[in-house]
């Protein structure tokens, strides 16, 4: 059996098939990645986050205003209005808005109208409740109803017999500070 000699014939006839060995799976990988990047097909999508705007108002806290509440009142329930005007001084517009992916965004409103500095009336879209908006916040799991907001009579008095016996019999002091003095900051006298 000879040995196989690299000469100048042969060297262009095996870079040849070297290149068309090569050339069909660069081309089917090049096929795949322009279907994966292009909407059509693709498997895998960008992570977009959920986008939450605004003051969140639900419909027991606009139930919570009645006429004649002083300004204050209304920011303890609502909170800081999101938009206020100059030329509107009287008005406080609440918006709140939910970009979530592949979900249309939601966008609710709730104005609010004062004579002086008492409530007048209320202006609002539909509102969802409390358990409706918290339910509406978990989008990976659905739940049939969200978990109740407080704890049963039964339930605070197992969490204070628990704690009770947990409880240390000594009372704990704070550490005392340090007796260390520092020298003044400034020399009275010094020129700057």
């Not at 014939?9 to 990988?29: C, E, G, K």
């Not at 004062?114 to 509102?127: A, H, I, M, P, Q």
């Not at 409880?167 to 020399?187: K, N």
Request: hydrophobic content about 40%.
């Amino acid at each position: 059996m000879r040995p196989f000699l690299f000469s100048s014939a042969t060297w262009p006839l095996m870079a040849r098939r070297f290149r068309d060995r090569l050339r069909t799976p660069l081309v089917v990988a090049a096929c795949v990645a322009v279907v994966a990047c292009s909407g059509v097909g693709s498997v895998v999508t960008p992570y977009k986050i959920d986008i939450l705007q605004g003051n969140v108002v639900t419909r027991e806290q606009a139930q919570a205003l009645q006429p004649g509440q002083a300004r204050d009142q209304v920011k303890a329930v609502l909170g800081s209005p999101l938009l206020t005007s100059v030329f509107h001084g009287d008005r406080w517009d609440y918006v709140f808005t939910l970009q979530r992916q592949g979900q249309p965004p939601q966008q609710r409103r709730l104005t609010v109208f004062f004579k002086g500095d008492v409530l007048d009336r209320v202006e609002s879209d539909e509102l969802p409740s409390e358990s409706d908006f918290v339910s509406s916040l978990d989008s990976r799991r659905k739940l049939d109803k969200a978990p109740p907001l407080e704890a049963t009579e039964e339930q605070l008095k197992n969490f204070q017999s628990r704690n009770a016996t947990a409880a240390p019999s000594s009372p704990v002091t704070a550490p005392a500070a340090p007796a260390t003095s520092y020298p003044p900051l400034e020399t009275p006298g010094a020129s700057r």
